[in-house]
């Protein structure tokens, strides 16, 4: 499966993105995606994760309210919505994949797709 992963850019402090990640295949029902970010300097954290049945969803405490996880099937594409964005959003967010469970380790998932950077200015 490759992913690939579009919609970062350069937004205000309160404002809003919606990031997109496309699979290149159909994948199934009992697959995962997953969206995790890397600020500078810092390890690659959880963001927020989504299974392709919509029955699992989790958040990060960070942005539980403010970012919403979701996925269109028939377009094989999982989208984050975040709003009320904050300059400590800024990082490259990467999606990742796999079969298993809704989980917040990077461990989990083997497929990544490349990232795409968010710049929240104050």
């Known amino acids: 499966v490759q992913l690939q992963a579009s919609g970062g850019g350069l937004v205000q402090a309160g404002g809003s993105l919606r990031l997109s990640c496309a699979a290149s295949?159909?994948?199934?029902?009992?697959?995962?995606m997953a969206w995790f970010r890397q600020a500078p300097g810092k390890e690659r954290e959880f963001v927020a994760a989504i299974s392709w049945s919509n029955l699992a969803i989790r958040y990060a405490d960070s942005v539980k309210g403010r970012f919403t996880i979701s996925s269109d099937n028939g377009e094989n594409t999982v989208y984050l919505q975040m709003n009320g964005l904050e300059p400590e959003d800024t990082a490259v967010y990467y999606c990742?994949?796999?079969?298993?469970?809704?989980?917040?380790?990077?461990?989990?998932?083997?497929?990544w797709g490349k990232g795409t950077l968010v710049t929240v200015s104050s």
């Open positions: 295949e159909r994948t199934f029902s009992r697959w995962f």
């Open positions: 990742a994949a796999d079969l298993g469970r809704c989980s917040f380790l990077r461990s989990a998932y083997r497929f």
